[in-house]
């Protein structure tokens, strides 16, 4: 089913020296592994309109599923379309304003961070106290290639501003369904991006857990950090997706840098790639402890990622300060918040209006109606400056 990447393990194995043996053993036995599971196939609702009870089962279970082939080759040529419009307006450098031909680059005049860079296949927050320290420990730094940047943004935040194509992604019916049967009918958003590993360049993501403020709560539940969809343009491998530790997500908050020294390398024991086919979708909940390698293989790998949370998540907490400022979230910054669900619906009909668009219940009982034009479109400048951080 998926691609042979065999010449990539091979290749990214090379980076690791003294450990070439034991990257290249890591990577095919969690790829074997990671196929073997029960968590895959097509978004499936039964006779009641629920998703079906097995998907829930096992998302329940391993913390992650993949949805098939929810993307169509129609909807994936456009967002490599809008991905290559928005490498055309990265700025030149980490500190420049301007793209390649000195016109304003891509969040010149914004004020929240739209780009994370990274030194080729470095791990620009593993190890450090960015984002609360969540990223315990830091991962092996391969050398990159001679003929490679210097920097190369690794995340892109507030995505949905930058691509019509991913804020349809996000509007997308069956995806949205599956966030109201997870996360309840009035579900809420929490914030959105792109993960960009350009072979031989992609930046690692330390091993973590995404959420930050309810591991001590008393109602705490496996999911109560909500979660992420992760949409795949290219597929994703065990050489350049995400790794997850699966079942951890119902283990509260785990000692990561003692783990990794208990087993005596980041290659955790038990550990399986998210592999994915173009225009597969993965959910991962936010607890699963999680990361991914820098991309040393051949093969591309950008994912529109997107999350929701249960509103009671993040109505009246203290937000996390990690992917906005930290500010306690009222009921209305929550409304304003969602309007990006309101505007990637429309957006979503006004190219697939055969399709049968998803009716955000919220929207419905406060009477509200959004329209995707030029209007919207100023006005979710900056959106993510109140990303539901938690
Ligand atoms: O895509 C990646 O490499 C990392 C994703 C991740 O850490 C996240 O979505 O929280």
Same mark, same amino acid.
């Given at each position: 089913?998926?691609?042979?990447?065999?010449?990539?393990?091979?290749?990214?194995? =090379?980076?690791?020296?003294?450990? +070439?043996?034991?990257?290249?053993?890591?990577?095919?036995?969690?790829?074997?592994?990671?196929?073997?599971?029960?968590?895959?196939?097509?978004?499936?609702?039964?006779?009641?309109?629920?998703?079906?009870?097995?998907?829930?089962?096992?998302?329940?279970?391993?913390?992650?599923?993949?949805?098939?082939?929810?993307?169509? /080759?129609?909807?994936?040529?456009?967002?490599?379309?809008?991905?290559? *419009?928005?490498?055309?307006?990265?700025?030149?450098?980490?500190?420049?304003?301007?793209?390649?031909?000195?016109?304003?680059?891509?969040? +010149?005049?914004?004020?929240?961070?739209?780009?994370?860079?990274?030194?080729?296949?470095?791990?620009?927050?593993?190890?450090?106290?960015?984002?609360?320290?969540?990223?315990?420990?830091?991962?092996?730094?391969?050398? *990159?290639?001679?003929?490679?940047?210097?920097?190369?943004?690794?995340?892109?935040?507030?995505?949905?501003?930058?691509?019509?194509?991913?804020?349809?992604?996000?509007?997308?019916?069956?995806?949205?369904?599956?966030?109201?049967?997870?996360?309840?009918?009035?579900?809420?958003?929490?914030?959105?991006?792109?993960?960009? !590993?350009?072979?031989?360049?992609?930046?690692?993501?330390?091993?973590?857990?995404?959420?930050?403020?309810?591991?001590?709560?008393?109602?705490?539940? =496996?999911?109560?950090?909500?979660?992420?969809?992760?949409?795949?343009?290219?597929?994703?491998?065990?050489?350049?997706?995400?790794?997850?530790?699966?079942?951890?997500? !119902?283990?509260?908050?785990?000692?990561?840098?003692?783990?990794?020294?208990?087993?005596?390398?980041?290659?955790?024991?038990?550990?399986?790639?998210?592999?994915?086919?173009?225009?597969?979708?993965?959910?991962?909940?936010?607890?699963?402890?999680?990361?991914?390698?820098?991309?040393?293989?051949?093969?591309?790998?950008?994912?529109?990622?997107?999350?929701?949370?249960?509103?009671?998540?993040?109505?009246?907490?203290?937000?996390?300060?990690?992917?906005?400022?930290?500010?306690?979230?009222?009921?209305?910054?929550?409304?304003?918040?969602?309007?990006?669900?309101?505007? *990637?619906?429309? +957006?979503?009909?006004?190219?697939?209006?055969?399709? =049968?668009?998803?009716?955000?219940?919220?929207?419905?009982?406060?009477?509200?109606?959004?329209?995707?034009? /030029? *209007?919207?479109?100023?006005?979710?400048?900056?959106?993510?400056?109140?990303?539901?951080?938690?």
């Amino acid at each position: 089913m998926n691609e042979d990447i065999q010449n990539s393990i091979e290749a990214c194995a =090379q980076y690791y020296g003294n450990d +070439a043996d034991a990257m290249r053993d890591y990577l095919k036995n969690g790829e074997m592994s990671a196929l073997a599971l029960d968590n895959r196939g097509p978004i499936k609702f039964d006779k009641n309109g629920n998703l079906e009870e097995n998907i829930r089962d096992a998302y329940s279970k391993y913390g992650f599923y993949i949805f098939e082939n929810v993307l169509s /080759d129609e909807e994936l040529t456009d967002i490599k379309t809008d991905l290559d *419009a928005i490498r055309d307006i990265f700025p030149t450098d980490p500190e420049s304003k301007v793209n390649h031909r000195g016109e304003p680059a891509l969040g +010149a005049d914004n004020k929240a961070l739209n780009l994370v860079w990274s030194k080729p296949l470095g791990d620009p927050l593993g190890g450090t106290s960015l984002a609360n320290g969540r990223h315990e420990v830091k991962m092996f730094e391969p050398e *990159a290639k001679a003929d490679t940047p210097t920097a190369a943004p690794f995340l892109l935040l507030g995505s949905l501003q930058f691509s019509d194509a991913c804020l349809r992604v996000y509007g997308h019916p069956q995806l949205l369904k599956v966030a109201e049967e997870i996360n309840g009918a009035d579900f809420a958003p929490f914030n959105e991006a792109l993960f960009i !590993k350009d072979p031989g360049i992609g930046a690692a993501v330390s091993w973590h857990q995404d959420g930050v403020t309810h591991w001590d709560n008393p109602d705490f539940d =496996q999911d109560i950090h909500g979660f992420n969809f992760m949409a795949q343009v290219y597929g994703s491998t065990a050489v350049n997706g995400v790794w997850v530790l699966p079942g951890t997500h !119902k283990q509260g908050k785990i000692d990561i840098a003692e783990l990794v020294e208990s087993v005596g390398s980041e290659r955790l024991e038990g550990a399986v790639p998210i592999v994915c086919n173009p225009g597969d979708v993965a959910i991962c909940n936010r607890q699963l402890l999680h990361g991914s390698f820098p991309n040393c293989g051949f093969e591309p790998r950008v994912t529109v990622n997107f999350g929701f949370h249960r509103r009671s998540s993040v109505l009246g907490v203290d937000g996390g300060g990690i992917h906005s400022a930290r500010q306690v979230f009222d009921e209305e910054i929550v409304t304003r918040r969602a309007r990006t669900i309101g505007y *990637a619906i429309d +957006a979503r009909k006004q190219r697939f209006p055969d399709e =049968q668009p998803y009716v955000y219940r919220p929207f419905e009982s406060a009477g509200a109606d959004y329209i995707w034009n /030029d *209007a919207a479109r100023a006005d979710l400048k900056d959106y993510n400056l109140e990303d539901l951080s938690i």
